[in-house]
């Protein structure tokens, strides 16, 4: 069984404050939307030149159609700050499909050579990112690389078994990758942080041969986990997974709003704007950021499920904003209850109400209680610190009678003490 052997520590208070940022995946896949001639990938759309088999040669032939007519970067990224309350942005500068997405003197198969376009979207979105003061990152696939002949190819998602072994990946790392990772950290200003992915089957030579650039170049840029061989700055959690209790370190699930990363016409599993948020607490509860993906269609375009999700969400972190960002990770609670979720920061314990009640139990709770209040507007709840008839410490706190029927909101109590007392169940 594998052993942890460190803690990821990122050493930067914007990374443990930030909590919430905004992945986004645009490539050529977009203009594909999930069907390739008729044929409807039953995979993550981005991965459909591999699952459904598509000749290099055929999809480079996508590049034609590259037309973002409705990409606005400076509109998207002031959105995603006051509006949808991120606090950084993950873009992807290379997918697997190989295509990048900003002007690379290493390979024309970019959008400003290989496009009618001619546009260097990074570019775009580095200045957006400047001008509104949000830190801005870059997604780089280090490993897979399905354009070029020694890159990695995973069969993951449905793709043909490929023989990797026979590869000369070394000289793709050597010829594509650390140059493109100089380009990116060389002329894009302040990147935040590289969001390597797939690492399969690199060895840690040559994980830390994109690490030793990168620091070469930005020292302070972070690494993601899946830079492999455990060299990342911080952990990247399984994608929508998340740890079942508070986790040491620094780390972050990547996650989305439906079931695909890239945008697809057929995806509409869209999650609710009450179970993001209530993710959003729990990542939050237990130490880490909530990297949320957007699937920008072919012209650029946001979903408009997209925005109506992560508008209700904005919401909601406005009004509540200080019960999440800033916050690190809460004592574990030790009863299994679906109504709320809590987070807190020195002497206040906040609690995310996600089902409708008439008076929050929260027992086990041996604080002592030295106001009450809805975060959103300060109205001064009545409460009680108490003791169950088994012994048990008990803080009660009765909710309005308008808000009976209310879900999704959050109350903070605040606490003599510095930090929440959760006892242990004793029984
Ligand atoms: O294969 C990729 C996938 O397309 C997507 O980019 C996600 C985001 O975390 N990462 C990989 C799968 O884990």
Redesign the pocket.
Known sequence: MAMIDRIPDTKQEWFKDAKYGL?I?WGLYSILAGEYKGKQTKH?S??IMNSLDIPVEEYEKLTDEFNPDQFDADALVKMAKEEWGMKYIVF?AK??EGFAMYHSENSKYNTVDATACHRDIVKELADACKKYDMKFGL?Y?QS?DWHDPNGFV?K??GGKETDNQSKDFQSYVDHKVIPQLRELLTNYGEICLI?F??PMDMTKEQSQQCVDVVKELQPNCLISG?IGNQLGDYM?I??NYMPRLPLEGDWEV???LNDT??YSKFDQSWKTPEEIIKILVKIASRGGNY?L?IGPRADGSVPQESLDILGEVGNYMRENGESIYGTRKAPSYPYEIDWAEFTCRDHKLYVHVFEPRKKLEILNCSNEVKDAYLLSNGQKLKYVCDESCEGDAVVIVDIPEELHDAKTYCVCLELKEEAPIFDPIRG
């Open positions: 992945f995946h993550i981005e991965w992807t997918h697997h997604y696939s897979q995973s993951a998602n969001w992915d797939t899946r990247t399984g994608d990547p996650a989305t990363w890239g990297l993906n």
